[in-house]
C-alpha cells in the first residue's frame, strides 16, 4: 500500500534562518506531488506542485521554493525564512494526472518562524 | 478569482444531531467538487466527491453531500452525527486541472 512520509513533525526556527521539509512517498510509482499550507483560518493554499523529476510548478508568489531530485521525494525550501511562513504545510500525492483523482496527504509539518 | 466559500467555521453539535455544513463555489461550469476530513491526530483524507451523474453523493460514515448547480453549492450533511465525527472539514472544487481551491475548513466538535 501506498505511504507518504513527512520530516520533521515540528519545527521551530529564527527569522533569516534556511529551510528544508522533505516530502516522500512509498508503493507508487511517477506521482503528482504537491505542498500546501493551512494558515489559521484560511484553508488550504496550493504552493507547489510537480509532475514529474524536476519539474516544478508554483502557484504563489513567496519566499519559498521547491525541488524533486527523485521521483517519489519533494523538497521545500527557503534560504532566508520570514515571520509569515509560520503555518502547517502539508505534503500531498496523486496519480493518473486528472482533476478527479484523489489527493493523499501527508502528517504535515508545523513550522513556527521566531 | 475562483474561490470556495464555508461559512460555517466552527460548529458545535450533540450527539445524534443532525449536521449540514455548507460549501458555496465561485466556478462556472462544469465542475469536481470534494469533501476531506482531518481526525484529530490523522492525516487529512477524502470524505466523498462528485464529478457527475446523481447529485446526491454518499461517502464514509454515513456522510452525504448534494451537489446543486443553480445554488453553486455542495452541502455536506449527516443525520446523526456522533462523537468520532469531531473533525475538521474541508470542501474543495476543481475544474479540468488537477490544482484544488479549498475552503477555509470547518472545525465541528461533538459532544456525548
Known amino acids: 500500500s501506498q505511504t507518504i512520509h513527512q520530516w520533521p513533525a515540528t519545527l521551530v526556527q529564527p527569522v533569516g534562518s534556511p529551510l528544508s521539509l522533505e516530502c516522500t512517498v512509498e508503493?507508487?510509482?511517477?506521482?503528482?506531488l504537491y505542498w500546501y499550507r493551512q494558515a489559521a483560518g484560511r484553508g488550504l493554499q496550493l504552493l507547489f506542485y510537480?509532475?514529474?523529476?524536476?519539474?516544478i510548478s508554483s502557484e504563489v508568489p513567496q519566499n519559498l521554493s521547491a525541488s524533486r531530485p527523485q521521483d517519489r521525494q519533494f523538497i521545500l525550501s527557503s534560504k532566508k525564512l520570514l515571520l509569515s511562513d509560520s503555518g502547517f504545510y502539508l505534503c500531498?500525492?496523486?496519480?493518473?494526472?486528472?482533476?478527479?483523482?484523489?489527493?493523499?496527504f501527508g502528517p504535515g509539518t508545523r513550522l513556527t518562524v521566531l | 478569482a475562483q474561490s470556495v466559500s464555508q461559512h460555517n467555521h466552527h460548529v458545535i453539535l450533540s450527539e445524534a444531531a443532525s449536521l449540514e455544513l455548507g460549501c458555496n463555489y465561485s466556478y462556472g461550469g462544469t465542475v469536481n467538487l470534494f469533501w476531506y476530513v482531518q481526525y484529530p491526530g490523522q492525516h487529512l483524507q477524502l470524505l466523498l466527491k462528485y464529478f457527475s451523474g446523481d447529485p446526491l453523493v454518499k461517502g464514509i460514515k454515513g456522510f452525504e453531500a448534494e451537489f446543486i448547480k443553480s445554488k453553486f453549492s455542495f452541502n455536506l450533511r449527516k443525520p446523526s452525527v456522533q462523537w468520532s465525527d469531531t473533525a475538521e472539514y474541508f470542501c474543495?472544487?476543481?475544474?479540468?486541472?488537477?490544482?484544488?481551491?479549498f475552503g477555509t475548513g470547518t472545525r465541528l466538535q461533538v459532544f456525548p
Open positions: 474543495a472544487v476543481n475544474k479540468n486541472t488537477d490544482k484544488l481551491i
Open positions: 500531498a500525492w496523486s496519480v493518473g494526472g486528472g482533476a478527479k483523482d484523489t489527493q493523499y
Open positions: 510537480s509532475v514529474g523529476i524536476g519539474q
Open positions: 508503493g507508487t510509482s511517477n506521482p503528482n
